[in-house]
């Protein structure tokens, strides 16, 4: 399970982002709250969302261009210092009382574009850290990683909203970002191959696209994964709602909510961490992309705080489960020299469609309520994971292609990949 972690850098990284997610989590809870109380209003906690992730949509194809064409690490580097000094911002104007929404709003979308470069580059710059072999156990554990920070980031910033206020938390995320800083100016790294740029950034932005929307596999993976971000991911903006006026637990409450759905994303990580293959893969997204939308139909009809909680658990499980198995679907068929574009269409699909989901997830909210629009949400997820289950045998054969081309099952050469039947139809599928 914890194979990737033998490589020096992938442990500097793992530590620091550890550190520096919880800071995020915390900061993303307490910034929640903070909105809720200064408004009251559904509709302004999905424009706050919009606000934050619009940029990712518009701007992550540029993104990715550039972690093809440049050095990833400093890229990288460059954002997370961008990123601390954002939230440092954000912490200052709230312990000193001067916090307007529009405050959280206009950082909330600097925010959005620092991420619309970060996110692209430190997701190909993975294989950089471990290399090919040991990728997907570094995609599981990144994503484990993210969602240990989860449980408790949520936990930690309800108790301090309730009893010192948001303006610390958003403090200790600023001091968090030094750990991964720190982390990946201690990294060793070789020499990274030289891209070519014979071609223009518009002709490189351009080729990604056209290769996603011409190969099966990558563009049904990428297709599911908005569709479950833009009607079913938003049901997190509505938390607060839930939390509060419909099941009275306040800002602890919301803390527990969020870290809940955080201890069953952590579950489905470490689950996909447990697998040394890409058998199934396919089938898994699917089956967890209907779960969620089941999960989320569940727990709308919930009212009751703990069973609502519990619900939760299996709503984060399904949905990280899919989102890392299509990650490192993606990652095991795309060539490394457009890595960096088809996972900037991959930050657009899963955080660029969230804030249309947001915006309008807040405006059904607040004429037909929380728990109608979470439903709704939930069974168009269901309705799109069955489309997607019923291509998947199309889809199987030029899945096994891709991954044969680029040599990433299981660390196996090709031969000793087709000499056991790896990874076949049922191994893409």
């Known amino acids: 399970m914890l194979r990737a972690l033998s490589h020096r850098n992938f442990q500097l990284f793992f530590g620091g982002q550890l550190i520096s997610l919880i800071g995020t989590w915390m900061q993303t809870v307490a910034q929640s709250w903070l909105v809720y109380r200064l408004t009251g209003s559904s509709v302004l906690l999905g424009t706050v969302a919009f606000a934050g992730q619009i940029p990712i949509l518009l701007l992550a194809p540029i993104g990715g261009t550039l972690a093809d064409r440049h050095n990833r690490h400093r890229i990288v580097i460059a954002t997370q210092i961008s990123a601390m000094v954002l939230a440092f911002i954000l912490a200052v104007l709230t312990m000193t009382g001067r916090i307007h929404v529009w405050h959280i709003v206009v950082l909330g979308a600097l925010l959005g574009v620092v991420n619309a470069f970060d996110i692209p580059a430190r997701q190909s710059f993975i294989v950089e850290m471990v290399g090919k072999e040991d990728l997907m156990n570094a995609i599981a554990l990144n994503s484990s990683m993210f969602n240990g920070a989860r449980v408790l980031g949520p936990a930690v910033a309800g108790i301090l909203v309730a009893s010192i206020g948001e303006g610390w938390c958003f403090f200790a995320n600023s001091v968090s970002y030094l750990a991964v800083i720190a982390g990946l100016l ?5 020499p990274r191959r030289v891209p070519d740029r014979t071609a223009s950034a518009l002709e490189s932005i351009v080729e990604g696209f056209r290769y996603a929307r011409r190969t099966g596999p990558i563009r049904a993976l990428l297709l ?3 569709l479950v971000s833009l009607v079913g991911m938003p049901y997190t903006v509505l938390m607060p709602v839930f939390a509060d006026a419909i099941l009275h637990g306040g800002a ?5 909510l969020m870290g809940a759905t955080g201890l069953g994303a952590l579950c489905g990580a470490l689950t996909l961490a447990n697998r040394s293959g890409l058998k199934g893969l396919g089938t898994w997204a699917a089956a967890a992309a209907a779960g969620f939308g089941l999960g989320l139909v569940l727990f709308s009809l919930s ?19 899919q989102m890392a198995c299509t990650n490192t679907l993606l990652q095991s068929m795309v060539p490394d020299r457009l890595r960096g574009r088809v996972m900037a269409l991959y930050s657009m699909m899963f955080m660029g469609m969230a804030p249309f989901g947001a915006l309008f997830a807040g405006l059904v909210a607040s004429r037909l309520g ?11 997820c269901v309705l ?3 489309a997607f289950a019923s291509h998947l045998p ?3 054969t030029e899945a ?7 040599r990433m099952v299981a660390s196996e050469p090709p031969e000793e990949m087709i000499a056991r039947g790896a990874p076949g139809e049922d191994e893409a599928g």
Not at 303 to 316: D, E, N, Q, Y
Not at 400 to 406: C, D, P, V
Request: glycine share 18%; hydrophobic share 60%.
């Open 303 to 321: 009212r009751w705080f703990w069973v609502s909680a519990v619900l939760l658990v299996g709503t984060g499980f399904c949905m990280m489960l």
């Open 400 to 406: 096994r292609q891709l991954i044969l081309a680029q």
């Open 252 to 256: 602890k409450g919301l803390g527990i």
């Open 384 to 386: 799109g994971a069955g």
């Open 224 to 226: 599911l994964v908005g």
């Open 394 to 396: 199309l889809l199987r």
């Open 370 to 380: 929380a728990p109608i629009t979470v439903t709704m949400g939930g069974v168009a």
């Open 186 to 190: 201690m990294m060793h790294l070789g």
